[in-house]
């Protein structure tokens, strides 16, 4: 059994079941005192200003409904079962050829346990961290133009109330360097150079074309 398999197995051990779950939180969300939510809850990041951090926490209670491998998305139903969401804005303008990624990173107390996803402007799950390890982190392409995403962060078994658990998150836009070229060996008298050059490409009609033959006599 992998690592990730253990950790899905204590999980699941511990959540309840959904149907469950969905049934308290919703007859009992009016109940509790709502908790901190991510501070401050928007931010852009582009090529200029390409770094936005921000906090969460401590929250009244905890949410066990995300689970690892296959995934289950956590159930958001504040405060009862809470997911503390950070509108991410990222604008990359269209006349820039680079290739950028979205970074998203939360530290946190080692004794705690905080889960760390990032959905598209629909809703989509598109990369998600839920090893029970500190730090999490997430990685995803950034499309050309300007277009919103959502960090999620959700309290998976943390120290809640006041003076609980909270978490660091740290957004990063970052530009895919392309390794430079190997350098050009100098020559030494005496010692051969090599060098590793590519086969010239061969159209596909060149490929299927017969060699001609030569059956007459050469002339010059």
């Given at each position: ?8 197995v204590r999980r699941r051990a511990r959540t309840w079941p959904r149907a469950m779950v969905l049934f308290f939180a919703f007859s009992l969300a009016g109940s509790f005192q709502l908790a901190r939510a ?183």
């Amino acid at each position: 059994m992998t690592a990730r398999q253990t950790l899905d197995v204590r999980r699941r051990a511990r959540t309840w079941p959904r149907a469950m779950v969905l049934f308290f939180a919703f007859s009992l969300a009016g109940s509790f005192q709502l908790a901190r939510a991510a501070a401050p809850g928007s931010g852009t990041v582009t090529p200029a200003g390409p770094t936005v951090t921000y906090g969460g926490g401590p929250f009244s209670q905890t949410n066990q409904t995300g689970t690892a491998g296959p995934p289950t998305e956590p159930t958001c139903v504040n405060p009862l079962l809470p997911c503390d969401d950070f509108s991410l804005t990222v604008t990359i303008p269209p006349s820039d050829t680079n290739t950028y990624f979205v970074n998203v990173v939360i530290t946190f107390e080692t004794s705690a346990d905080f889960d760390l996803y990032i959905l598209d402007s629909s809703g989509n799950t598109l990369n998600e961290s839920v090893t029970g390890d500190m730090p999490e982190a997430v990685r995803v392409h950034a499309q050309t133009g300007t277009h919103v995403y959502t960090v999620r962060v959700t309290p998976y078994s943390v120290a809640t109330g006041a003076g609980g658990d909270t978490y660091a998150a740290n957004v990063t836009l970052s530009q895919l360097v392309a390794p430079p070229d190997p350098p050009v060996l100098p020559t030494v008298a005496g010692v051969p150079r090599f060098k590793t050059t590519r086969r010239p490409k061969v159209s596909a009609t060149a490929r299927a074309s017969p060699r001609s033959v030569r059956t007459g006599p050469r002339t010059r």
